[in-house]
């Protein structure tokens, strides 16, 4: 199943039938809300998730399948209400940055200090994020987090990809310099890099 196609076909039928619209979002409400939740915490998240979809599906009739898909479309909606909560964003990367590494609960001895490496440099990532660019932090969370591709992502904010890609380089340069300078850079950080999908 081609989801692009199956969102597209949905929210066309939703303009006569509006019930139609309960299809997208059920197959998109889950990864914008643990984005949603990644970045302002759970309980602002499902309101956040929430406005997202009633922003959608109000905006549902300026959909544009050539402009990309609705996951982006949904994404970049998304996007743009975290602008509005930024505040609420800078206390829980704040909180991360105090919170205290929790306990690995796997057995192989390798995956444990993997875990506890990152659980240990988590606060001063958090405290990194913190200090970056808006821009260049959304970009970087969009593509660690909720796992968009760098197209997505363009898709979600409304810039060419090329920015992407120079908001993302500048947002990990930034952080190793912050990490390298803590002593906290570890392998598999968001700073370290990853596939540009």
């Known amino acids: 199943m081609d989801l692009d196609r199956e969102d597209t076909k949905d929210i066309a039928r939703s303009l006569e039938h509006p019930e139609c619209f309960a299809a997208v979002f059920d197959r998109h409400f889950k990864p914008v809300y643990a984005y949603l939740a990644r970045r302002v915490g759970p309980g602002i998240a499902q309101e956040l998730a929430q406005d997202t979809f009633l922003q959608a599906f109000s905006s549902r009739g300026a959909f544009d399948a050539t402009r990309g898909s609705a996951r982006s479309w949904l994404f970049g909606i998304a996007a743009n209400i975290l602008r509005h ?103 598999g950080t968001i700073a370290q890099g990853g596939s540009d999908g």
């Open 85 to 187: 909560h930024t505040r609420s964003e800078r206390r829980q990367l704040e909180a991360y940055a105090r919170s205290e590494p929790s306990s690995p609960t796997w057995l192989d001895e390798d995956l444990v200090a993997d875990r506890v490496d990152a659980k240990t440099a988590w606060p001063a990532i958090a405290t990194a994020l913190i200090d970056l660019d808006p821009d260049q932090r959304e970009a970087l969370l969009l593509l660690a987090w909720a796992d968009l591709s760098y197209q997505e992502i363009a898709e979600a904010l409304g810039v060419p990809v090329g920015t992407v890609r120079s908001r993302i380089f500048r947002a990990r340069e930034h952080l190793r310099e912050l990490l390298a300078a803590s002593g906290q850079l570890i392998e």
